[in-house]
């Protein structure tokens, strides 16, 4: 049987950029149980790379995806966060 093998997309520490890997490749080098790293890569709509950010650790994961934002999502935050009337 063979297995899916996912391409490394950025650097990540004791693996190479560009060079596929199988999932029990990926878990052993990350740290992370099979079933997270699964589930992560699920989530991205079945492709066949992987971000050195999907590799990060359980609490630094949840960090970076909040952080994904980008500039103009910030500044239209901060104008839909203004009140609608002025103060008296």
Request: hydrophobic share 40%.
């Amino acid at each position: 049987m063979e297995r899916i093998r996912f391409t490394l997309v950025g650097e990540f520490e004791g693996l190479i950029d560009g060079v596929a890997y199988d999932l029990p490749t990926l878990c052993y080098a990350s740290g992370l149980r099979f079933e997270t790293l699964r589930e992560r890569l699920h989530r991205k709509n079945a492709r066949d790379t992987v971000l050195a950010t999907d590799l990060a650790p359980l609490g630094m994961y949840r960090q970076i995806a909040q952080r994904c934002e980008t500039s103009s999502e910030r500044f239209s935050q901060e104008w839909l966060s203004k009140p609608l009337v002025g103060q008296i």
